[in-house]
């Protein structure tokens, strides 16, 4: 009987688990779930005057948008739009994903929407612009993002600064997709000005980065140093947002030629950027070999050997070997056959640029190995025309102090002097004090971010699973800004 028995219990677990198996996992009933937890979160951020909920809520948009369906956000849309919300505007947040509010409206409803504040109809209407976005539909998502943006111009709340910087960001790029970046100027200006009254921080740095973006892409590089001139970046921002702010100063700087300073700019935003963040990565690292060369130093050969960088820095590795050389046709070689590669990253000016670096690094080169050379030689071996245009080039060589040379017009040859020990010049206490600098600096920063521990807002949680959330959505949220990145 025993036996028996033990079968049948046996038997009876097994149905239990194969129907436990057999019950398909709604998808969609999840993804609901997750936007309402997430309205949750607005809400206690409503409730508690605390903008890390709102964080955390926005932390989980590069997720969920990937999950994200017409019949999902109908049915949240109808579920969890706040009952004190515009009707009209529902009606087109169900329009614009292909539905009608009267369609998808459940028998929850009424439980749902009481007591949501405003900051849940505002992030249903994010999802829409974000998920007609995605879909490739950039006149609805346009307006979509300009109701959003009326609407938070109309509440001016504090406690949705958050949501509106992430919208910004979202009208940004939906007007970037279209190449209509530039037209947005003067609404990005006006917004600045609003956030800067309404110290609403995370709101200028959104908006700033737009703006530089919108000047870089249309080479108004005078227009954009200007701005930054004009306007204070605020400290207290996420790291992504302060690494594309220094990324763009970078660029602005190499332009007009501030080579040094453009490189402490591009070396500052890939060390806040995000590890994963390759796209990001490749793209400043790109700009900072080209103006690490352009300073007259070589970079590193271990940068070009990273996992992540060694094939999008192919051709700019070509092209530090024809610097270091001073091979001024292997140089001419590989920028003809990369140049679409150079054009596409935007750094082709630079590029052009170097040449003439090139060109003294192989004047340079001569002038230790020779004591005397004559200039036509001497434009034979640089693959110049001419020898009037090497005595150009090395004229200008002495006057910058590469060469410590002497031409003879005349006679047309250059006489090279004895080489002077380095040591007995100023290039080390300069060099010994740009280090000490940088040194002071990396300590100014460190003590800064000491002065407020981070986490300092945890003595105030409620309870033990709170902290354990906050403890995991830290470990999820440096994930989150590689997405964004």
């Known amino acids: ?65 990937k999950k994200l369906t017409a019949e999902i956000l109908q049915q949240a849309i109808a579920t969890h739009y706040p009952a004190s919300g515009d009707a009209d505007v529902k009606e087109q947040l169900s329009a614009a994903v292909g539905g009608s509010s009267m369609d998808s409206t459940t028998d929850d409803e009424s439980t749902a929407t009481k007591a949501m504040p405003v900051e849940a109809e505002l992030y249903l209407q994010l999802l829409v612009a974000v998920f007609l976005m995605d879909s490739g539909k950039l006149a609805e998502a346009e307006d979509a993002s300009n109701g959003l943006l009326e ?25 970037e997709l279209r190449g209509t970046l530039s037209a947005t100027r003067p609404m990005f200006q006006r917004a600045l000005r609003k956030a800067t009254l309404q110290t609403n921080e995370l709101g200028q740095a959104v908006i700033i980065n737009a703006l530089l973006r919108s000047f870089v892409q249309d080479k108004l590089y005078d227009q954009a140093d200007l701005l930054v001139g004009k306007t204070t970046f605020p400290e207290s921002t996420p790291n992504q947002e302060a690494a594309r702010y220094q990324y763009y100063l970078g ?49 590193d050969r271990d940068l070009f050997r990273r996992a992540y960088l060694k094939k999008s820095l192919g051709p700019y590795f070509a092209l530090t070997c024809a610097v270091r050389t001073g091979d001024v046709k292997a140089f001419n070689t590989v920028v003809a056959d990369n140049q679409a590669t150079f054009l596409a990253d935007e750094t082709m000016l630079l590029i052009q640029r170097l040449r003439h670096s090139v060109i003294k690094t192989g004047v340079r080169k001569m002038s230790v190995s020779y004591s005397r050379i004559s200039l036509a030689d001497l434009a034979s071996k640089l693959s110049l025309d001419t020898p009037e245009e090497a005595e150009y ?32 010049t100023g290039a080390p206490q300069e060099a010994f004090h740009q280090r000490i600098n940088f040194c002071l600096k990396i300590h100014r920063d460190s003590v800064k971010a000491m002065r407020y521990a981070p986490t300092a807002y945890r003595k105030h949680l409620i309870s033990a699973e709170e902290l354990e959330a906050e403890i995991a959505e830290a470990e999820l949220a440096e994930d989150d800004a590689e997405e964004e990145l």
């Open 393 to 424: 080039i090395v004229a200008k060589a002495i006057r910058d102090g590469v060469i410590d040379a002497v031409i003879n017009h005349e006679e047309g040859y250059l006489s090279s002097k004895e080489v002077v020990d380095i040591y007995s």
């Open 151 to 175: 609407r938070l111009d109309q509440l001016k709340r504090r406690s949705s600064h958050v949501l509106g910087a992430r919208a910004f960001f979202i009208h940004a790029r939906i007007h």
């Open 251 to 299: 660029r602005i700087k190499a332009v007009q030629l501030d080579y040094t300073e453009a490189y402490q700019h591009l070396i500052e935003a890939s060390r806040k950027a995000p590890a994963g963040a390759t796209g990001f990565l490749q793209a400043v690292f790109k700009m900072a070999v080209i103006v690490q060369l352009l300073t007259g130093e070589i970079p």
């Open 1 to 65: 009987m025993a036996t028996a028995s033990k079968a049948k219990t046996d038997v009876a677990k097994d149905d239990k688990m194969e129907t436990e198996v057999e019950e398909p996992v709604d998808e969609a009933k999840l993804t609901v779930s997750d936007i309402a937890n997430n309205i949750g979160y607005f809400v206690k951020a409503v409730d508690t005057q605390e903008p890390r909920y709102s964080f955390r809520a926005l932390r989980k948009l590069n997720t969920l948008r």
